[in-house]
């Protein structure tokens, strides 16, 4: 894949295709800026190639035409000019592809940086609208696509407006060749034992990923809601647990392949259950025999925790997508949490994909600990599937 070293970009103008969509509490403050701290490195190189630097981002998912300010990037703006140190404010747009945005545009010198406002608040992105992505075209000379983490979509800042460049004058940012590098490898060599960590709500959404690194791995961990379809489809009563009755037959095919591989399969033993899905009630701890009618388990127990240990005690690459339990609410966090310590300890290449799951790692302070964090949950996905991202290919056609 072709990368901005790859290119001619001293004192061009160049757009910049970010995933700036980071979380906020309901103040509006960035809870986390790791999305922006990944793609430093990028604009960082094109300031120091004295290049008008065009960024643009989604955030969120505001109603195309009205601009309503929570779905602003300004507090990205002003994340940025922190983090990347510089004296010159960030130019922030008003608009995406109107009047402020072109003329702000037009006035850059070398080295500044114009933030377009929320792509989304134009119809034209999600629906890849030809004529958007050529407005979107028209403010550079070169394209580069560094949201890893919107490059599973096919919208128009990744896709159609790549179409405006012949391919000297489009590229891969720093943080897109990283996260593609590293889940290629990961999955073509990786060092064995590797072990698959998979939780969160349903199956559903991990199916393919799941077929597909049945395949590939030796140990497959399963914990979170999903857990629940497995064990089910092995006989147990599992209550109101979450299970997706039309998965059953899949998730039994996934264990039968598993077991033809000599692919060894766990599942929790115990969970945290409760009659309610809230904090405010009575927890059992109960094996999974013994989960009453009526109860649901909102997070693995101490004896899962203990047999995942012993599973990942002789790891050496480890993939994790998807919390153990509820981990939102405190009190079904636990098996989350442990199991981020736990892989945060061991001396594996330990990789962490999912939004959700990266939020945990961060709770849990293990965030450095870990080799490698992925910005993109759903393109992450995309790529353990063994899919090619749309914004990937459109880089290359
Ligand atoms: P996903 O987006 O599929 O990775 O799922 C993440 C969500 O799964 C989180 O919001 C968790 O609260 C939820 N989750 C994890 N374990 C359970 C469980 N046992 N029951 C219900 N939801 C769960």
Known sequence: MKTIK??????????????????KDEFGNITDDRRIREALATIRYCIDRECKIVLASHYERPQPGKYEERFSLKPVAKRLHTLLKIKNEILMAEDV??????????????????LLENLRYEAGETSNDESFAKELASFA??????????????????DAITRYFDQEHKAAGFLMAKEINFFSKMLEEPIRPFVAVVGGSKVSGKLQAMIKLVDKVDKIIIGGGMAFTFLKALGYEVGNSLVEDDLLAEAEEIMQKAKARGV???????VVAAAEFSENTTVKYLPVQEIPEGWMGLDIGPAS??????ALNDAKTIIWNGPMGVYEMDRYSKGSTMMSNIIAQTHATTVVGGGDTADVVNRAGDIDEMTFVSTGGGASLKLLEGERLPGVVALQA
């Open 6 to 23: 790859d290119l001619d970009i001293d004192g061009k103008r160049v757009f910049i295709r970010c995933d700036f969509n980071v979380p």
């Open 97 to 114: 592809v109107g009047e402020d945005a072109k003329s702000k545009a037009a006035s850059l010198e070398s080295g500044d940086i114009l």
């Open 141 to 158: 000379d070169v394209y580069i696509n560094d949201a890893f983490g919107a490059c599973h979509r096919k919208h128009a800042s990744i």
């Open 264 to 270: 060894k399969f766990y599942l929790p033993v115990d």
């Open 305 to 310: 925790i203990r047999l995942f240990r012993e």
